[in-house]
């Protein structure tokens, strides 16, 4: 009978204690500013989208906090990440948009020193896939043109996605790309082309070029020569993909690891740490925003695609990515390995 009364006693306590931290939860945002950490420069796919969810998320959170966005460039979104795993506050009044290779940046950069899970992810807008863009004055119009004649690419540093995948273009088809890094970010790019600094640039987000630079498709200034994801875009019927010059499995393997990030384009994640019950309401806040209708007028003005992926999924996304055998992360490490 004591038994009993005291497993009933404690079943009565675990329910009141979840109660008590619901509740809290429900109450912590009341007041409170939520900063989005932006790894690139302003103007931007990465810092447009984000701005459109700062003007609607907070109305989906409890105590509807204001949502602001905060820009922290250097290394191609690579110190917006490190902020965010060994300085944010892990209260849940700071979240980030990183680069959406995020979860495999250490892979080419052994400086870093993170795990590719501990960021935990809220959600993603969209997938994408990559594209090479050549601008239309410098005379290639097709891919296999780069096997004989090398041009420029500007990229922002070799360890987001248009440094990685600049490398990793190179090394699979044997494209003559000389690359020119240090762009704060893919705008800067874009206005180099414009005034013929670089010729090229490869793991431009085709999302982001439609968004951005839709007055330039429609002028013809640009010449889209190269698709750079796991699957194509039926937008680009008679694009080539990276894929069709994978000759080797092994190469095949590496490709579907470092293209996997496509899956969520353009991520949100909290630092590691922030509790349970905080994550637990800011996953629900961003799903509910992706249905959101106003949320979704917001996006079709400024041209961007709201097909969305789950924190949940994308947390199981990560783990199978980082789930490959040696071989195919060490291959992997070699195509996105940065020139000496």
């Keep these: 009978m004591n038994i009993r009364r005291a497993i009933t006693s404690l079943a009565a306590a675990l329910t009141l204690c979840s109660a008590v931290l619901s509740a809290s939860a429900q109450d912590f945002y009341k007041g409170k500013t939520i900063a989005i950490i932006v790894g690139f420069s302003p103007g931007g796919l990465y810092d447009l989208t984000a701005r459109m969810l700062a003007r609607h998320l907070g109305d989906h959170i409890p105590g509807k906090p204001l949502v602001i966005v905060q820009t922290m460039t250097g290394a191609g979104g690579t110190s917006a990440v490190i902020y965010l795993y060994n300085n944010a506050v892990r209260d849940g009044t700071v979240i980030g948009m990183p680069p959406r290779n995020y979860p ?175 994550i637990a309401l800011l996953r629900a806040a961003f799903n509910e925003t992706m249905n959101d209708p106003s949320f979704v007028s917001d996006a079709k003005t400024l041209y961007l695609e709201v097909s969305p992926m789950t924190g949940e999924a994308m947390q199981a996304k990560i783990e199978h990515v980082l789930g490959f055998d040696a071989s195919v992360i060490s291959r992997a490490k070699e195509l996105v390995k940065p020139p000496s």
Aim: charged share 20%; aromatic share 8%; proline share 7%.
């Design 104 to 278: 495999i940046a250490p892979f080419a950069n052994d400086s870093l020193h993170y795990d590719g899970r501990g960021l935990i992810p809220l959600g993603s807008v969209s997938s994408e896939v990559q594209v090479g863009a050549v601008w239309h004055g410098v005379g290639v119009t097709k891919f296999d043109d780069l096997m004989k004649r090398e041009i420029s690419a500007g990229v922002t540093s070799y360890y987001d996605d248009v440094g990685s995948l600049s490398l990793v273009t190179k090394a699979i088809t044997g494209a003559k790309l000389k690359l020119v890094s240090g762009y704060p970010g893919g705008n800067d790019i874009q206005s180099a082309m414009e005034k013929g600094e670089v010729d090229s640039e490869f793991g431009w987000s085709w999302g982001a070029v439609k968004a951005t630079k839709k007055n330039w498709l429609d002028q013809k200034k640009l010449d889209i020569v190269l698709q750079i994801g796991p699957a194509r875009s039926p937008e680009l019927p008679n694009v080539p993909s990276i894929m069709d010059y994978a000759t080797n499995q092994l190469d095949r393997n590496a490709l579907e690891l470092l293209l996997a990030p496509d899956a969520f384009a353009w991520p949100f994640v909290a630092p590691p740490g922030v509790p349970a019950d905080r």
